[in-house]
């Protein structure tokens, strides 16, 4: 379990411009997006297209506009990652700090598409997290400077240090008592009262026996003795059980709904075929999209929606034994899930469903008591 430590206020920051930054990235994107095939738009590429060194690469509009588009939903997935990320780097999570790294390279990237500024500030903010003192706070070895106390507080400091560099009063040293002239009774008698004087109950001197008074010696508590501390249990929320009960169901669904899609436009791709027509004719007339071509695309998806189903799942297993890891993982998988189905979401309202599915997930993995509980572990 990480240690309770102060956070630096470079972590803090950085934290807070990862998130900022990647939330409007994705806000950028889907406004690029939407405007992607306006007149201005395709005026823009096709002047670009006709001045060097553009105008001897024989690209289409088109197919200029497909990339700008792929390029900023991978841009808008790896924000959508990082936003998450970074709310858990401000946990100390290793792991956040370590994906975070290896999704700044791509979001650099293909963040140039929505202007670059933002993505940069991101991919900063992520170095700063490797920087002194944010690494000796996630290794658990820093700590705060000490506060400097106020001019009273220092004064009262110097004068009790220099109370204990004085010293010893009189009254607290040992003395013997006076002795008079020889043959006289004065060796007895009391001296002086002063400070400390005189012994309580008693003439002068005290018996030996009693001086000075013993003291019983005092005993270190053995090993045994000394108390253990027992790790704390914890129950684990219910909201842990609904998140990965609902991970379960709708990975599933999806995940067998688009194989079974898949399968069917495999078997007969005539109508994908007759679609591809209305939309792009010169691509269908020219044979840069065939049959064989739509078939292995639907493959390919096909078999990367099992592999993210099967992810999905084994780390919702691991989330309820209370792994940290795989619940920033699935958080991760999780805010890219509804991303996409924001995105489908706009063309069919029916995956509507499964969106409200991943978002519960993402609020229930959010929980308060969520957190402490994997921070227990």
Known sequence: MPLALPRPRQVTIAASMIVAGSAAVVLTVFQQIAGLH????????????????????????????????????????CATATAILGWQVLHRSKSARIALSVLAVPLFITGIGTGGILSTAVAVAIVLLWLQPARDWFEGRWQPAPE?????????????????????????????????????????EQPPPYAGWPPPAGSWPPPQASWPPPTAPVQAPTPAQAPVARPEKTHRPPAVMAAVVLTWVCSVLLGGLFVVGAAWLIASPETLMDEMTKQNPELVR???????????????????????????????????????????????????????????ALVNAGMVVPLVGAGAVFALLLRRDVSAWFGHR
């Not at 738009?41 to 289409?60: A, H, N």
């Not at 106390?149 to 004085?166: K, L, S, V």
């Open 286 to 344: 020219d044979g840069t999209i065939t049959v064989g071509l739509l078939r292995g695309l639907l493959a390919g998806m096909a078999g990367m929606i099992v592999l993210w189903v099967l992810a999905a799942c084994v780390l919702a297993f691991l989330v309820l034994r209370g792994v940290g890891w795989a619940r920033v993982l699935l958080l991760v998988s999780t805010g890219a899930a509804g991303l996409g189905l924001l995105v489908c």
């Open 148 to 188: 400097q106390g106020a001019p009273g507080q220092q004064r009262t400091g110097e004068r009790t240090q220099q109370r204990i560099q004085q010293p010893q009063r009189p009254a607290e040293q040992p003395t013997e008592p006076p002795t008079g002239p020889e043959g006289s009774d004065q060796g007895t």
């Open 38 to 77: 306006s007149i201005d738009t395709r005026d823009t590429v096709e002047k670009m297209l006709g001045e060097p060194p553009f105008d001897t690469m024989g690209v289409s509009v088109d197919r200029i506009l497909d990339i700008i588009r792929v390029l900023s939903m991978v841009a808008a997935a």
